[in-house]
């Protein structure tokens, strides 16, 4: 594993399972949870993505990245699908018992994100960072409304995981030989860039941490009378996310809320209204042929679905700030650290010794620059 300075690496055992934290080198343990800020991380990725950032913040912040369950250092359990991300929530939440921290500011990336909105319906938490996030209503499958496709989730799931990246992934493939090698994914689908920085071999270290054992990633399917054949299993990474197992948009309901900092690229390749990881968006280019049309199986509106929930998130009392960054793709936090540090700050209320909670604006904020 490769730590950056003043970045350490433990092991924190749950009655859940044992999980792999990042810590910082002189963090008080004794830190409340006000002035903690709890990093999660996305699919085919590790807390090892979290450590720039994790250097980079207030020395009075005690900040933790968590390895979810079948990734990084964290045992490589199996996902039950059928609980949606609440293996993955309950795993932080036992995770954070052990550290003594009743409740925190969460972070939560991709899959991290929808995490986070699973955990904040459980668990009180005081404030929710959502970077590039999953729809509220999982991944696939569904209308602008969350209503779903069809009955089994057609196209939803582990099936529609790249076979070829499984495999290279198994390999420990670190080229970038192919289109579907770690390496090519985290340039093209990851970041708007060409490449991620100086930091793409931790990168790609990261994403080799990926279990692709029975449970992981991406999961099991299903056969489908359905385009394109099949559906989401019961187990696995990709079927925690389809949406008969996985729907957040009760987080309108919840009291007292935590005020939500959105953060997304205007170019993010993976969550979009039109994303290339979406099956029915690939059968309307084209590169799954035998598309049924936009009447039977259309793109789901992702972005659209996340605004639609916050806007009544924020009609309900809450408070929401959305930072859209022209140019930039699936990971804000690499492609402009120091834009999303200060959102970050921000968002937790943080003004220096001693940090406050207070809640960001209400507004929405547009930036093209730095």
Known sequence: ?????????????????????????????????????????????????????????????????????????????????????????DDVHATLEELGLPTSHLVGWGLGGAVALQYALDHPVLSLTLESPISPYGFGGTRRDGSRLTDDDAGVGGGAGDAELVRRLIDGDTTDEAPSSPRSILRTAYVADAEPGPGEDVWVEAMLTTSTATGGYPGDSTPSENWPGFAAGTVGVLNALAPRYFDVSGIV??????????????????????????????????VIPGWPGADVAPAQPMVSQTRDVLDAYRAAGGQVVELVLDGIGHTPHIERPARFRRALLSAIGYIGTPASPAPPTEAIIISSSD
Do not use: C
């Open 1 to 89: 594993m490769t730590l950056f300075d003043g970045i350490r690496s433990h092991r924190v055992d749950t009655e859940r399972l044992s999980v792999n934290v990042l810590e910082r080198d002189g963090d008080d343990p004794a830190t409340p949870g006000e002035q903690t800020v709890v990093l999660l991380h996305g699919a085919v990725s590790s807390s090892l993505v979290w450590q720039e950032l994790m250097q980079d913040l207030p020395v009075d912040l005690r900040v933790i990245a968590v390895d979810l369950r079948g990734f990084g250092g964290t045992e490589h359990a199996p996902v039950d699908a059928t609980r949606g991300v609440r293996d993955f929530s």
């Open 253 to 286: 309901d919840i009291s007292p809320k935590p005020p939500i900092l959105w953060v997304r690229g205007s170019e993010d390749a993976v969550v979009s209204d039109a994303s290339f990881q979406d099956v029915n968006h690939l059968g309307a280019l084209g």
